[in-house]
């Protein structure tokens, strides 16, 4: 167990005095108290040797997942030069139907070796919120690849200089079914973090740091190497394996790490090395830093119980606590809804403001760092809680349903977006799991839907690979917002049970497997029992969304025709008096979809008498219009398609309500909410 | 600028408060064109809000609480905010000007007092605006020069912040926030409180100078009266104190009001006229309170015996 350290801090503060009486001599100790409180947490102290976790790197049962790529690692970290010296062996086992002559690693370190990489010129030194410091560089240099002791014949046939991906050639196939040993020795310079890897100041977010072999997948009998150069909008693809990393650090220095700790060893020169296991998983990430603390808990789920700990900075204590309930929340939420969480232990990072920009939000297995911390998200605001559920929701998706990343964004992203929302919905009440504070409240996805631009502003469609959208918004607008927002819409066309029973029937199939696309449709059709590629095809094939428009409504007092009727001498007129006003209205309502995507919807219609009814407007196939005729005892006075808001792929918000008459009430409301700031305002700005 | 040794804080109040009993239908006027004004400016803007908003449920919605609704409405529209922005802010900087005729003639109301009935409404009335009439320049001119002194005051209040933006910038809730901003501002904030009641005893010395009869007819000194002023503010405490009471007063009825009405729902016409009684309760409140401000300094500068 880790408790917290000693410190020494040498701020000024305990020597200030506020016993001074006079006002001046109050007025200086302000001043020096501003000098002094921007202080010095002092040098870090040996930390206590942590005790090996008790547990089983899985849960329970046989190995869960084709280990066909496992790793040995021996690294240490130089947290002066910010340097890892490691040694690596790989064992890969061929599963395909062919022999296999080269074998390709990602070094994603070499994205932030200079300005050439692919990841920088597209990403010019920027990822999300945070930017490349100014001499922050880093990379990965690969010393020596061998088998069996022989060296291999090495190539980076990276595009225009960029060293992301690295191809070993073997000398000899290696034949379908085999398994070779492959020996590295490499070097990593760790960069200011910006794009999830790298330190800040004292603190060291350790991912996508060792040379990872690509996937070998297809067709059986053409199965083909999915080892693309790292680009800025994409993320990671590997196949599942077992970890086994003894990581040398400092013994002042806290470490959080994939899979549980099995050997904790004190070294002489004031390190301790520290070895994790970690059995079906596809990633191993860790973190060092010597300022944190830890808390935990522990979740419940049909396979056992799991820890769940939080790593953060004693100043973010408070939130250390609701990032901890969030994500025991997430894993109970999520191993029901899907499948069991398989491991025992899931680490939560809360990395320190400073570096949350760059290392926050961001997934592994069993460790994932969070982000949100931050004055503007008091209780009742949840974008701490919101990014711990995404995050560790990820373990899921992507996680154990191992979609490839490079390809399809949305695979893993969107529809986790999707399932957070259920799950923020269900821990933190429904209509309320995004924000409830002060009266204020919102879900997730409808504010999502209100806040960002257009969905039919997105040039191209959620199933592209990541690197083909023209820049970050537009992916994460496809990616993340469109795809949830496409499946909530999904939702209200077959029911929320439903949509649930078929994700879990796609997770139950898909485990520690490799998904994609085409799987999650047939997965979803078939459980459905429907055909839905009327919706799903537009949706995520193609661009636009759906945009209801009430286009018009007229009514008038129904009576008999009117006009000349007849002929020769037969012919008559009848006027109004020969056919007057009946006392029954005729109304015609006419809504469009604009929008490229149908969705079916319900139509709210109210009457000047105060009745209402409500339509449903099957909107499948071609069909973008649909007229309503209605006889009643008095006129429409409102229609609103969509009441309850459940077509969320809707672009078109503000013209989805029409009204004969402007509300006075809100109005009213409204002028008396700003007579009152106004009149505040002149009472503080004026001079009585 | 003469002291008054010796004079309590609580008598300032007293007097200020005596001030109000006997002059309520003067404060009850300078309420009523405040609520005017007030009321003029949101007619305005609710009409501009309407005439985006009001025939579709988005509007009843955001007034409910509803974030997306709200979100949607500025994101869509926000040509109507900032319309509706800029005729509050025009509001209020009329109002301010108005405020320096109102103050004027307010003080001059108060510093004749006791030379007539305090049943003499037309007497008072006439006093109040002659008095407010002929020191309104003056009052513009002591604006300009506190224009000049908030804005040192701005220039320290961010150096300090810039002393401390590190800490400012990774403060995580509204305590470390506190902890960082506290320090950062504490000069400034004494500065502006130094300044706000130097301020107020230089209208009420231009005032009463404006009173003097048979006085040449020459510029009222605004500059002087301040520099006079700060002496008088960093003499003696009560003013300093007086000054005090009244933002913790201002801030009390503004945290009462806020914690009684936020996160309520106040629905329906017993909600809206709720709503309406403790928003004016409020505003009454604190405008007694300034009311109350300048009678006692009115009564620190003009008691018998200097």
Request: some cysteine; charged content about 20%.
């Amino acid at each position: 167990m880790i408790s917290p350290p000693r410190r020494t801090f040498h701020c000024l503060q305990r020597h200030a005095s506020t016993r001074s009486g006079k006002p001046a001599g109050a007025l200086a100790l302000a001043l020096a108290g501003t000098l002094a409180l921007a202080c010095d947490p002092g040098q870090p102290t040996a930390r206590p040797l942590p005790v090996p976790d008790s547990v089983s790197p899985r849960l329970s049962g046989a190995p869960r997942s084709p280990r066909i790529a496992s790793y040995r690692i021996d690294a240490r970290l130089d947290t002066e030069d910010r340097t890892i010296t490691a040694r690596q062996r790989l064992r890969w086992i061929n599963r395909a139907e062919h022999p296999v002559e080269m074998l390709p690693f990602h070094l994603y370190m070499n994205a932030f070796k200079n300005e050439q990489s692919v990841f920088m010129r597209e990403s010019r030194g920027g990822h999300r919120t945070a930017r490349r410091g100014e001499d922050g560089w880093g990379w990965i240099d690969v010393q020596e690849v061998s088998v069996d002791g022989t060296p291999l014949r090495l190539r980076y046939p990276g595009p225009d200089g960029d060293e992301t991906v690295m191809e070993a050639f073997l000398a000899a196939p290696l034949e379908p079914g085999e398994a070779v040993d492959v020996d590295m020795r490499f070097d990593v310079q760790l960069p200011e973090v910006f794009a999830r890897t790298g330190y800040k100041g004292d603190f060291f977010m350790i991912g996508q740091w060792f040379p990872k072999l690509g996937v070998l997948a297809g067709a059986p009998g053409s199965e083909t190497w999915h080892c693309p150069p790292f680009h800025a909008n994409s993320e990671f693809f590997a196949d599942f394996g077992t970890y086994h990393v003894s990581l040398t650090v400092p013994d002042t220095h806290v470490v959080a790490a994939t899979g549980v700790l099995i050997r904790a060893v004190v070294n002489q020169d004031d390190t301790r090395t520290l070895t994790y296991r970690a059995e079906d998983v596809h990633d191993f990430a860790w973190m060092a830093d010597p300022h944190m603390k830890m808390i935990q808990a522990t979740a419940t789920t049909e396979l056992g119980d799991v820890e769940v700990r939080v790593y953060h900075r004693p100043r973010q204590e408070a939130f250390a606590r609701r990032h901890l309930r969030a994500g025991v929340g997430a894993i109970e939420a999520f191993s029901r809804m899907l499948v069991p969480y398989p491991w025992p232990i899931m680490s939560i990072i809360d990395p320190p403001p400073e570096a949350a920009g760059g290392a926050g939000g961001m997934e592994y297995p069993t460790l994932v760092t969070t982000a949100g911390d931050s004055l503007f998200a008091p209780p009742g605001i949840r974008v701490p809680e919101s990014i711990t559920i995404h995050e560790v929701g990820h373990n899921w998706f992507q996680g154990i349903l191992a979609s490839n990343e490079t390809e399809e964004a949305w695979l893993d992203e969107g529809v986790n977006q999707y399932v957070e929302s259920l799950v923020m919905e269900e821990l933190y009440g429904a209509g309320t799991g995004f924000i409830d504070w002060y009266g204020l409240r919102s879900a997730p996805l409808p504010l999502f839907q209100a806040g960002t631009p257009p969905l039919s502003s997105l040039p191209i469609p959620i199933a592209s690979a990541p690197h083909a959208f023209p820049d970050g918004g537009s992916y994460a607008g496809a990616t993340y917002g469109k795809t949830a927002m496409a499946l909530g819409t999904l939702e209200s066309i077959v029911g929320a049970d439903a949509l649930r029973e078929a994700l879990r029937t796609y997770a139950r199939r898909f485990q520690f497997a490799h998904p994609t696309g085409t799987d999650l449709f047939a997965t979803l059709t078939g459980s459905l029992d429907q055909d839905l590629s009327w919706f799903l095809h537009p949706a995520f094939h193609e661009v636009g969304a759906v945009a209801y428009d009430v286009r018009s409504v007229h009514c008038r007092k129904q009576h008999e025709a009117r006009g000349v009727f007849g002929r020769g001498a037969e012919r008559r007129t009848v006027s109004a008096q020969g056919a007057p006003d009946t006392g029954v209205w005729a109304c015609e309502v006419l809504i469009v979809n604009l929008g490229r995507v149908p969705a079916p919807v319900d139509v709210h219609i109210a009457f000047a008498d105060g009745t209402t009814t409500r339509q449903r407007w099957q909107a499948a196939g071609d069909q973008r219009w649909q007229r309503y005729h209605l006889e009643h005892t008095a006129p429409v006075t409102e229609v609103i398609i969509d009441p309850e808001g459940r077509v969320l792929l809707n672009d078109n918000l503000g013209k989805r309500a029409w009204r004969r008459d402007a509300a006075a009430g809100p109005t009213r409301r409204a002028g008396a909410r700003l007579q009152h700031w106004t009149q505040t305002f002149m009472q503080i700005v004026g001079l009585l | 600028m003469s002291a008054r040794p010796g004079l309590r804080t609580r008598t300032l109040l007293r007097a200020g408060a005596r001030a109000l009993r006997e002059h309520w239908q003067l404060f009850a006027s300078l309420y009523l064109i405040q609520l005017l004004a007030s009321a003029g400016a949101a007619w305005i803007m609710a009409r501009i809000l309407a005439g985006a908003w009001s025939h579709g449920p988005l509007l009843e919605r955001a007034q409910a609480g509803d974030v997306p609704a709200l979100v949607f409405m500025l994101r869509s529209t926000p040509e109507v905010f900032a319309a509706m922005f800029w005729v509050a802010a025009g509001a209020i900087a009329a109002h301010g000007v108005l405020s320096w005729y109102l103050a004027g003639g307010l003080n001059a109301a108060l510093l004749t007092s006791h030379r007539v009935h305090v049943r003499d409404r037309r007497g008072a009335m006439r006093r109040f605006g002659a008095g407010g009439a002929v020191t309104f320049l003056a009052y513009a001119r002591l604006a300009l020069l506190s224009l000049v002194a908030w804005l040192l005051i701005a220039l320290i209040a961010a150096g300090g912040v810039y002393l401390l933006r590190a800490r400012i910038e990774h403060a995580l809730t509204a305590g470390q926030l506190l902890d960082a901003l506290v320090p950062a501002l504490a000069l400034p904030a004494a500065l502006g409180w130094l300044h706000m009641t130097a301020a107020a005893y230089a209208r009420i010395d231009l005032s009463r100078r404006a009173l003097i009869p048979y006085a040449p007819q020459v510029r009222l000194p605004a500059a002087r009266s301040l520099l006079g002023a700060y002496r008088l503010a960093l003499s003696h405490r009560q003013p300093l104190l007086h000054v005090l009471l009244y933002a913790l007063w201002f801030a009390a009825v503004s945290a009462l009001y806020a914690g009684v009405t936020v996160g309520r729902p106040w629905t329906g016409a017993a909600g809206a006229l709720g709503l309406l009684v403790l928003r004016q309760a409020a505003a009454l409140l604190r405008g007694a309170g300034a009311f109350i401000l300048a009678g006692g300094q009115v009564a620190f500068t003009t008691r018998p015996g200097a």
